[in-house]
């Protein structure tokens, strides 16, 4: 017979005309399949741990209020992330092995944008005990876990020193990243769950810290509200702004008389923050920076953001003298500098080229070099080398005294801070519950990273029983042949002109269509989206699916086992176990 003649041979496919339901087949197999949810590499590298396969499959069903609670059970801030975090995330994403990862943030940006109106209902756990805690700070830390220790069933009272809430969200981040309109909703949301919010309030001077003890926990998250100071006498010339303090000015509305030329020193975000900011007020800008472009702290994205505002930059030098040429104008001496070895940041050490110097001059200097933590109302014995001194689980060295954020030895990212929130919040309901987090966290934890997840925190609590932890899903693991190539999709952009036209957003995020297409791209990494390929590859047809419901049911009386489900799954949802 030869190949042609065999091709065009009908199938034969064995078929039984009667009832087979007597005969229990089921009895021949040695393993059965089991329905399992693994840990996808984009949940694992979310500091926030938010369920991202989870939210972009329902995304693709069009279930918008659906995705927004499952963000909202993890990540009080999905607004805010969308727009601000660096998105980790997109870096580990299985899609970029095949061809580019999946637009993540964009996508969080746009569930939350086509849901602002709504208002989802989040319900606290009932707790036996309920107990008052202070949460002293009202920035993306202080606000995360306010927001945790309340759906806890806690009672909570937040010590905020400004008028407004929000920190550095509020006062660090320029409108055209964070406009503060999406700041608001999402912190009225966050206070609608009956927070006591207690505004203009300093630990240290309206209150003491002694009377917090009153509190049966309390969680330390001041920020680092402190520009440093580069000690060149700048302090007394005017014309000369510390980064925090110019970005303040100008969020609160006051007048800022900027020159022509303006120079900013430094090269972390809040540098780029006040770049980008003097730009839009028709200043020509140049960031400094005592390292290269490659050492640069700042995201990439906000960077090229600054590159494309026409913003210049110089690196290599350090600056080493400022003093005022005549009545406003502004002369600064910088050393050069060479890359050396790296330090413990594993960065390059900048080291001085000797007798080597240049001479700058501009209308006006914002020094950006980094923030420190006002320590002067904070007990001497929980302060470890200039931050509040917290073990793995944020506890201090003086119980019940928990701290984290950017006043703790952590990344300085708002995503971060709202990690060390929750984190902070269930050391906290564990304390006051006698458990211990040593041996919870694990259990909860996504992945090998230490991002928690409050469901299952939730479900360890109400059974007695914390669930095991799913492994992470990588890409060797899916089935690449059930996929179809795609571009990934970037969230649209004003340029040029059109971006420096005040303070409008300059990312746009995505079109529906574009945020459709953007949700399917996503593989669903060892979740289950109920593609239908189990379904259609069982040869026995023992299994039953309605996807319309998210159910799945297999009938093991009459499935052999022959593992071809568990083949045939895309993403690695569905594995056999031995009988037992």
Wanted: aromatic share 8%; glycine share 10%.
């Amino acid at each position: 017979m030869t190949r042609a003649e065999w091709t065009n041979l009908e199938p034969v496919i064995p078929i039984s005309y009667g009832s087979t339901e007597i005969v229990e087949t089921g009895k021949w197999g040695y393993q059965k399949p089991e329905d399992v949810t693994f840990t996808a590499p984009c949940q694992e590298a979310c500091p926030a741990g938010n369920p991202i396969a989870r939210f972009l499959y329902q995304a693709t069903q069009k279930r918008y209020e659906d995705a927004l609670l499952s963000l909202l059970r993890e990540n009080p801030f999905p607004g805010t992330c969308g727009r601000v975090c660096f998105h980790p995330c997109e870096g580990d994403c299985n899609r970029s092995h095949f061809d580019e990862p999946v637009s993540v943030n964009a996508l969080e940006r746009y569930v939350f944008d086509v849901t602002s109106r709504l208002s989802p209902r989040l319900d606290p756990i009932d707790h036996p005990n309920p107990q008052p805690v202070a949460v002293v700070g009202g920035g993306p830390c202080g606000l995360s876990a306010a927001y945790f220790l309340t759906l806890l069933g806690h009672r909570v009272t937040l010590f905020e020193a400004t008028k407004d809430l929000g920190g550095m969200m509020r006062w660090g981040i320029p409108d055209y990243r964070l406009p503060k309109g999406v700041l608001r909703k999402e912190i009225t949301r966050i206070l609608a769950l009956g927070i006591e919010v207690q505004r203009g309030v300093r630990v240290g001077k309206e209150i003491s810290f002694r009377e917090l003890e009153n509190f049966k926990a309390v969680f330390l998250s001041p920020g680092a509200g402190l520009s440093r100071s580069l000690s060149l006498g700048e302090a007394k010339i005017h014309g000369i702004w510390k980064g925090l303090d110019f970005l303040q000015q100008i969020h609160s509305g006051d007048k800022v008389r900027l020159g022509k030329e303006i120079v900013v020193l430094g090269g972390g975000n809040t540098a780029l923050d006040a770049a980008r900011t003097a730009r839009r007020f028709g200043s020509r800008v140049v960031v400094i920076y005592r390292r290269t472009k490659a050492e640069m702290p700042a995201f990439e994205e906000e960077i090229q953001g600054a590159e494309e505002e026409g913003i210049g930059f110089e690196f290599l030098l350090q600056p080493v003298k400022m003093e005022l040429v005549g009545r406003r104008r502004i002369r600064l001496t910088f050393q050069r500098m060479k890359l050396g070895r790296r330090d413990q940041t594993g960065r390059r050490r900048a080291i001085p080229v000797e007798g080597s110097f240049v001479t700058r001059e501009a209308d006006g200097v914002v020094v950006a070099v980094g923030e420190d933590i006002d320590g002067s109302w904070i007990p001497p014995d929980l302060m470890e080398k200039g931050a509040i001194g917290v073990d793995a689980y944020l506890r201090t060295n003086r119980m019940p005294f928990f701290a984290g954020g950017d006043a703790v030895d952590q990344p300085r990212t708002v995503v971060t801070a709202i990690a060390a929130g929750k984190r902070g919040a269930l050391s906290i309901d564990l304390y006051l519950r006698g458990l211990s987090p040593e041996t919870v966290f694990p259990r909860i934890a996504v992945g090998r990273k230490g991002a928690l997840s409050l469901e299952a925190y939730r479900v360890g609590i109400e059974t007695g029983r914390f669930p095991e932890r799913g492994e992470v899903v990588l890409h060797d693991r899916l089935h690449s042949l059930f996929f179809q190539l795609s571009k990934r999709i970037a969230p649209r952009r004003r340029r040029g002109e059109d971006a420096l036209r005040g303070f409008r957003e300059v990312r746009l995020g995505l079109s529906r269509k574009e945020a459709e297409v953007s949700a399917q791209r996503c593989l669903s990494c060892g979740t289950c989206n109920y593609c239908l390929n189990c379904y259609f590859f069982c040869p026995e047809g023992v299994i039953a699916l309605d996807p319309v419901g998210e159910m799945k049911r297999v009938d093991l009386v009459h499935c052999k086992g022959c593992g071809t489900c568990a083949q045939s799954c895309p993403r690695s949802a569905i594995r056999m176990r031995e009988n037992v």
